[in-house]
Nanobody
Framework: QVQLVESGGGLVETGGSLRLSCAAS????????MGWYRQAPGKQRELVAT???????NFADSVKGRFTISRDSAKNTVFLQMNSLKPEDTAIYYC??????????WGQGTQVTVSS
């Protein structure tokens, strides 16, 4: 089993930056794709960005050009660098890992609040 621990959320003003981290432990050899999703109040959870073992990335249109995702395989950690933040980026951000066996594992979530 894989366990995830997220960190880095908080309160920031419009235009500011935050960096989220998600450290994986446990059966890390099973990890394939790592990524971030978010859920705003009253809305469904949505994809933010993903990164595969081969470092291929995918971003939601709403964050392209502002967010970057990276992965440190040695530390089993995925990062989400968020720049030029907007109030509409306010949400709970969840780390997600897809394993080679098809399992989907979620972190506990971290709150990101962007003030206008």
């Amino acid at each position: 089993q894989v366990q995830l621990v997220e960190s880095g959320g908080g309160l920031v003003e419009t235009g500011g930056s935050l960096r989220l981290s998600c450290a994986a432990s446990g059966s890390i050899f099973e990890i394939n794709t790592m990524g971030w999703y978010r859920q705003a109040p009253g809305k469904q959870r949505e994809l933010v960005a993903t990164i595969t073992r081969g470092r291929s990335t995918n971003f939601a249109d709403s964050v392209k050009g502002r967010f970057t995702i990276s992965r440190d395989s040695a530390k089993n950690t995925v990062f989400l660098q968020m720049n030029s933040l907007k109030p509409e980026d306010t949400a709970i951000y969840y780390c997600n890992v897809q394993t080679v066996f098809g399992a989907s594992i979620w972190g506990q979530g971290t709150q990101v609040t962007v003030s206008s």
